[in-house]
Nanobody, 121 residues
């Protein structure tokens, strides 16, 4: 069974930093693009950043210059370093990984359960 687990969320003051981790485990052949999404109360889930297997990264405009996405393919883990946090960054952060399960023939989007990030003013 393949699992995607996020960690690293918490409560931080505005201007502070957090580092989120997204770890995939189980029978995995390969992981393609991994994205970090967030959903604030009453709002739609939005893509914050994603990273391809070769390390190419994209960011939503609101986090450019503050957030950095990176990955360790050997550990099947993707990170989101969040600096200069703002109250509007408060949301549940989800990881979505495009995974080729062992013995499977196509990549499948696999979501984690989410981790809460709360930024106080």
């Amino acid at each position: 069974q393949v699992q995607v687990v996020e960690s690293g969320g918490g409560l931080v003051q505005a201007g502070g930093s957090l580092r989120l981790s997204c770890a995939a485990s189980g029978s995995i052949s390969s992981i393609n693009t991994v994205g970090w999404y967030r959903q604030a109360p009453g709002k739609q889930r939005e893509l914050v950043a994603d990273i391809s297997r070769d390390g190419s990264a994209k960011y939503v405009d609101s986090v450019k210059g503050r957030f950095t996405i990176s990955r360790d393919n050997a550990k099947n883990t993707v990170y989101l370093q969040m600096n200069s946090l703002k109250p509007e960054d408060t949301a549940v952060y989800y990881c979505n990984a495009d995974i080729l399960y062992s013995g499977d023939y196509r990549f499948r989007e696999t979501w984690g359960q989410g981790t809460q990030v709360t930024v106080s003013s």
